[in-house]
């Protein structure tokens, strides 16, 4: 059964409406619908999703208590990846947090004793993190009911006379609920919510899919917008995640000659070609060193220790070389260990750290897992995400207590245990999968790599986005190398800062990726101002924020969360699926910008309601009713007044952080 919360009470007037006249978007879920339990809701405005971006769109949606907001969330905890998945909202890339972000820090430094007003390092625990989202909600009268626990299933168009006067009006979603402890037991709960306007803050652009906006996965070839970083990349222009430039040769092949786990058996295709590839997920796991906080790690089920012998392997080639892991290398090469501010361990008592991503070859990233995942539906994903969770969790246990692993890295890994006081109800293990990039708009405005900072300042500008170009590995793969030996590669990994050129250097050859990969070992301290707690190991995320001295800031406009055609989708955004290249993308794909065009999703819409009602108020036509479809379009906004909004009443910072209070840019490109 779903989970339902109603934030502050919430008066509804229901309206007998008739749901025949009604277009389902999909096919049936069930042939015996008298299985199912249906509800049916009314609502000035639905949200799907409550991550960081579903959080801001149903507050600023609510416009202090103006309108109905409805938000339902797949998982059983709210957050997404800034809580449920461990991440926070740290990676600011140098830009700091803003509007309803800066207020969420604020939140959270109350729970570690830091004075209102004064800023706090954004990487608490998760629990802190989802409690300050909660409030949030919670905030100055909102008018915010949550259900959690329920994803969308399709989607129907009104064919009424009426309600088709607005062309490309999603009139209702139907939601499906599962169990709290199990989310592969669907319940026989059909949640079914009309509402005015719909803001898609899901991950992989649910509502957007169903109502069959167009839409992209995978990745462009280096021709569709001249992208010299787009498609499949041959060239390994950095260290960090290469086999080849780590001097790391691993035999891909067990002792029966079969191919090793994790390892595909696709060619390696042509430079800059597009395919339906992702970049790789993962789950964040919190560890800690502290040992009366500590889960020990355990096999996951249908545990199998040769599943990870390409782990071992490594292992064994790094070994090798004699170097400075001569007696094993320590965990944090496997994987970055990010802790908690210090503040945080100084109220708690516990050295909690964020485990993610890594520098080696083969980390906590895994390729090939996701393969499909774009176009699956939600059974299919909770398998893939089942097996990220068998491989994070192998991996550890592997790591610290198979018998051929050194005694070394053994005892180091063993040093942690999951955080006994995060994800409590998850058996200590986050819930929310890093879906890094799934399906994406194709929208009224699409951000490329040529043109994000190109300008830089924009003026129908709602967001700021602060983030290099970040494509972790994609895929992995064998290739000959001079038709003599076949080795491991993995394939698709580029990080290059965003600059007016499209890139920080001017080609994206050897010479420029030396020249990031040696920004990256010289600038391997952790700056507060980035957002980075203290860490143990290597920690490439939070040094790559200001690469050289660039920062990577760029305005994120309005237009690449709105549908390009009306009769598509006429009362919905898109803020977090949103319009980008996949090359553009990896830089967009962070929290706190989701949040801050969450934000300005939710103000559009309210201000639409606003429009409609002062409309109606004018000619003394009778207002419409709650849930029905709205006189006017998303594409219809006025952005101006929605800047003037977000900055005046949210305090939502939507230029860079170099430019004058006029909008003119002081920022200078050096070579």
């Not at 994000?452 to 793969?477: E, L, T, Y």
């Amino acid at each position: 059964m779903a989970t339902s919360f109603l934030v502050l009470p919430l008066v509804l007037i229901i309206l007998l409406l008739s749901f025949a006249d009604l277009i389902d978007a999909t096919v049936a879920i069930d042939d015996d619908d008298d299985k199912f339990e249906y509800e049916t809701l009314y609502y000035d405005v639905l949200v799907v999703g409550a991550n960081a971006a579903g959080v801001g769109a149903a507050v600023t949606a609510s416009s202090n208590g103006t309108y109905t907001v409805k938000v339902v969330e797949p998982l059983h905890m709210i957050g997404g990846m800034a809580a449920a998945g461990g991440v926070s909202l740290m990676n600011q890339g140098g830009c700091g947090l803003t509007g309803l972000s800066k207020q969420w820090n604020q939140l959270v430094g109350r729970y570690y004793g830091v004075a209102d007003g004064m800023p706090f390092p954004p990487f608490p625990r998760m629990k802190e993190s989802e409690l300050a989202f909660w409030e949030l909600l919670n905030s100055s009268s909102t008018t915010i009911d949550v259900s959690l626990g329920c994803h969308p299933i399709s989607v129907k168009f009104p064919t009424t006379s009426e309600e088709q006067e607005q062309e490309g009006c999603i009139g209702q979603v139907d939601f499906s609920c599962h169990e709290k402890n199990d989310p592969h037991r669907v319940t026989n709960s059909i949640l079914s919510i009309k509402a005015s306007y719909i803001i898609d803050a899901s991950y992989d652009g649910d509502i957007m899919v169903l109502a069959g906006v167009d839409h992209t996965f995978g990745r462009e070839p280096r021709s569709k917008y001249n992208e010299s970083l787009a498609g499949v990349q041959v060239e390994e222009t950095s260290d960090l995640e290469s086999f080849a430039r780590q001097n790391i040769t691993i035999n891909p092949y067990d002792d029966d000659g079969k191919l090793l786990k994790y390892i595909s058996p696709d060619p390696l295709q042509t430079a800059g070609s597009g395919d339906d590839k992702l970049m790789a997920f993962q789950y964040f796991a919190c560890l800690s060193t502290t040992p009366g906080n500590q889960v020990p790690f355990y096999p996951p089920k249908d545990y199998h220790a040769d599943d990870f012998l390409l782990l071992l392997r490594q292992t064994k080639a790094v070994m090798a070389h004699k170097g400075k892991y001569s007696n094993g290398p320590p965990l944090s090469y496997f994987g970055d260990v990010q802790c908690y501010d210090p503040i945080v361990e100084n109220v708690t008592g516990n050295r909690d750290c964020c485990f993610c991503c890594g520098t080696a070859p083969v980390n906590t990233d895994q390729t090939g897992l996701n393969q499909g995942w774009a176009t699956s539906d939600y059974r299919a994903r909770q398998a893939m995400a089942d097996q990220y969770k068998y491989y994070l969790q192998g991996s550890l246990y592997f790591l610290s207590h198979d018998p051929r692993i050194p005694e070394f890295t053994k005892n180091d890994t063993l040093r942690y245990g999951y955080c006994k006081d995060e994800y409590e109800d998850f058996d200590n293990f986050p819930p929310q999968l890093y879906v890094r990039i799934s399906n994406r708009l194709v929208g009224q405005k699409v951000l490329t790599q040529n043109n994000m900072a190109n300008p830089r300042i924009k003026s129908d500008a709602v967001a700021m986005g602060c983030w290099v170009f970040d494509q972790h590995i994609v895929d992995r793969q064998v290739v000959d190398e001079n038709n003599s030996s076949k080795l491991v590669r993995n394939e698709g990994f580029f990080r290059a800062e965003v600059s007016e050129r499209g890139l920080y250097c001017r080609h994206p050859d050897a010479q420029c990726g030396q020249r990031l990969n040696d920004d990256h070992k010289n600038n391997t301290s952790r700056s507060k101002s980035s957002g980075c707690g203290g860490g143990d190991g290597n920690d490439y995320h939070c040094s790559n924020s200001n690469v050289g001295n660039h920062f990577p800031w760029y305005d994120v406009p309005f237009g690449v969360m709105v549908p390009a055609q009306k009769r598509q989708a006429s009362n919905l955004l898109v803020p977090v699926a949103l319009s980008a290249s996949s090359v553009a993308y990896s830089s967009a794909r962070i929290e706190n910008m989701f949040m801050d065009l969450g934000s300005a999703a939710g103000v559009a819409v309210a201000n639409l309601l606003d429009q409609q009602q002062q409309q109606q108020d004018q000619q003394q036509s009778i207002h419409r009713s709650i849930g029905s479809c709205p006189i006017l379009a998303v594409q219809d906004t006025n952005v101006t007044g929605v800047q003037h909004i977000l900055s005046t009443v949210y305090q939502q910072k939507f230029h860079g952080p170099d430019t004058s209070p006029d909008g003119t840019s002081s920022y200078v490109e050096s070579e």
